[in-house]
Every structure is written in structure tokens, then in C-alpha cells.
């Protein structure tokens, strides 16, 4: 039973983090944009303990949830990736290569460039996310959310309950890839 639910939370994060078909309002090759920032452009040193909450409209088992450690610092991002208390996936970005280490049942369609994408669309500077985006994509930010955008519609909401936005709970909809993902963050040291 334990590794069914195993294999079921791996299918829900590979669900979420597979780019889907474009929708039928882009534009061909049109996709969300990487953004492959820096990690000191987060501008603090922060570990949070994660619970992630995965929606996709194309997933008929529901909603999906892990556990996560998240830890930043100048030099490197580090994100591990628990089902049932079983490391599943860890990805090192040190603003020039991605690394990740993978359970050997994580699926090959599982791609860690969209979860970098997603943590630094949500917890990075304004100003960064803004300098890294290519011509014709804006992101607003505004007290307790923001959207990126590109030719006026939007391909991605960034909903925060908590200050500093790290804190506390984020709901990120993307519209284009069709998902939800509620994340619930604390300080790891509380």
C-alpha cells in the first residue's frame, strides 16, 4: 500500500510539472519562459519546510500533495521532494547548471526546469523575475500577488497569504499548463 501511494504521489508531481500543449490562444513555440535566475538574486538566505499541493484539470485522481525542504542562499537553491517520507527527488541550481537526483519511479516526462521556474516565479525579487523575462512578457507585483503576462493575457497568478511571501500559504495558477499548486511554507528552524 505504502509504495502505491508512493507511486500515485509521483504521478500527480510529474502531472504538474510535465509542460502541457500550448493553449489554443498562443501562439506556435509559444511557452511560459525559463527563468534561470541567480540564487542571490533572492536577496535573503531562507529554509522552509513545504507542504505542496499539486491540482491538474487532466488528473482524475485529484489533487496530489508532498513535503518539501526548501533551502536558498547566495550560492545554491536546494529543493528535495518527499512522499511518505521518502526522499524522491532533490534539484541543486547554482545559477549555472540544474542538477537534480531522481527515485528511479519518478517518470522520465518529469521535468525539473518548470519546478525552478515555478519556485522562482513565486519567491523571487520583482526586479529579477522582470530582468530575466524575454521582450513581450510583464509581471505585475503588487501587495499579495502578481501575474505574468504576455500580450495582455495571463499565463500565470501568484496568490500570497503571508509576509515575507516565503511565509505562509501561495496559491500559483497556471493557466497555460493548466494546474494549481497551493504551497503552505514555514521557517524550517520554527
Request: net charge negative; aromatic share 10%.
Given at each position: 500500500m505504502r509504495r502505491l501511494s508512493v507511486l500515485l504521489a509521483l504521478a500527480g508531481l510529474v502531472a504538474c510539472a510535465t509542460p502541457r500543449p500550448r493553449p489554443p490562444e498562443s501562439k506556435p513555440g509559444e511557452t511560459l519562459p525559463e527563468l534561470r535566475l541567480a540564487p542571490a538574486a533572492l536577496g535573503a538566505t531562507v529554509s522552509l519546510?513545504?507542504?505542496?499541493v499539486f491540482a491538474h484539470e487532466a488528473d482524475p485522481g485529484g489533487?496530489?500533495?508532498?513535503?518539501?525542504?526548501?533551502?536558498?542562499?547566495?550560492?545554491l537553491m536546494q529543493l528535495a521532494g518527499f512522499a511518505l517520507g521518502q526522499r524522491i527527488l532533490t534539484l541543486r541550481w547554482n545559477g549555472a547548471a540544474l542538477e537534480e537526483e531522481r527515485d528511479p519511479r519518478l517518470p522520465a516526462q518529469f521535468q525539473s526546469g518548470p519546478v525552478l521556474r515555478?519556485?522562482?516565479?513565486?519567491?523571487?525579487?520583482?526586479?529579477?523575475?522582470?530582468?530575466?523575462?524575454?521582450?513581450?512578457?510583464?509581471?505585475?507585483?503588487?501587495?499579495g500577488q502578481r501575474t505574468l503576462s504576455k500580450d495582455g493575457?495571463?499565463?500565470?497568478?501568484?496568490?500570497?497569504?503571508?509576509?515575507?511571501?516565503?511565509?505562509g500559504r501561495t496559491?500559483?495558477?497556471?493557466?497555460?499548463?493548466?494546474?494549481?499548486?497551493?504551497?503552505?511554507?514555514?521557517l524550517a528552524d520554527e
Open positions: 519546510t513545504q507542504r505542496l489533487p496530489r500533495s508532498l513535503e518539501a525542504l526548501l533551502e536558498v542562499d547566495a550560492g515555478d519556485v522562482q516565479l513565486v519567491y523571487w525579487p520583482a526586479e529579477a523575475v522582470r530582468a530575466a523575462l524575454p521582450a513581450g512578457w510583464t509581471l505585475e507585483d503588487g501587495p493575457r495571463e499565463w500565470v497568478t501568484v496568490r500570497y497569504d503571508g509576509s515575507p511571501r516565503w511565509e496559491l500559483l495558477t497556471n493557466l497555460s499548463e493548466h494546474y494549481q499548486l497551493t504551497i503552505d511554507s514555514r
